[in-house]
T-cell receptor
């Protein structure tokens, strides 16, 4: 079956530091890949997406590249802000069959200190 | 454009009761999915609806059910509530099943 593995948190950084959150996946078909962010007490917000190999998703300074050869979709940001403190989820949606459910990683808590 | 709206935001129920949660998708979106989020199990898929038909169901007991109406609004129902059903229930909508999904703020259910 499909699965997503992302780095365990929590991750604590100082403002303006570089961020990487690792994500690798296993899928039976040809998945689309997503990063979602969840702020305290809120639902999930779609941060970025990539639908095929070598696609780069980007939004609000965050980037992730779909690497089929390493089955990875690592999230990066060059300079984090306090407002980036949240839980980040990597997810895949397999388009090869008929079940389009999202499969999520366990989430990574990011805390950015001023 | 309004986002996904879930009501109510918070619920407290007693063991054995039943509960109905509501989700209004983004206008024009015909696919609605439900997920349960708990600290122990993370985000788990409950079911997916498209054009009033349940297309897929996750590995949850029959106490969990849902439906979708002709205007794409969806409801999920949990009968005979158990303490372990305490969770954040998230609804997601998308134009079609295979494209990106947008989530509501969730309904926080507490079973006491």
């Amino acid at each position: 079956g499909n699965s997503v593995t992302q780095m365990e948190g929590p991750v604590t950084l100082s403002e303006e530091a570089f961020l990487t959150i690792n994500c690798t996946y296993t899928a039976t078909g040809y998945p689309s890949l997503f990063w979602y962010v969840q702020y305290p007490g809120e639902g999930l917000q779609l941060l970025l997406k990539a639908t095929k190999a070598d696609d780069k998703g980007s939004n609000k300074g965050f980037e992730a590249t779909y690497r089929k050869e390493t089955t990875s979709f690592h999230l990066e940001k060059g300079s984090v802000q306090v407002s980036d403190s949240a839980v980040y989820f990597c997810a895949l949606r397999d388009s090869g069959g008929s079940n389009y459910k999202l499969t999520f990683g366990k989430g990574t808590l990011l805390t950015v200190n001023p | 454009k309004a986002g996904v709206t879930q009501t109510p935001r918070y619920l407290i129920k007693t063991r054995g009761q039943q509960v109905t949660l509501s989700c209004s998708p983004i206008s024009g979106h015909r696919s609605v999915s439900w997920y349960q989020q708990t600290p122990g199990q993370g985000l788990q898929f409950l079911f997916e609806y498209f054009s009033e038909t349940q297309r897929n169901k996750g590995n949850f007991p029959g106490r969990f059910s849902g439906r979708q109406f002709s205007n794409s609004r969806s409801e999920m129902n949990v009968s005979t509530l158990e303490l372990g059903d305490s969770a954040l229930y998230l609804c997601a909508s998308s134009l079609a099943p295979a494209v990106e999904a947008f989530f509501g703020q969730g309904t926080r259910l507490t079973v006491v």
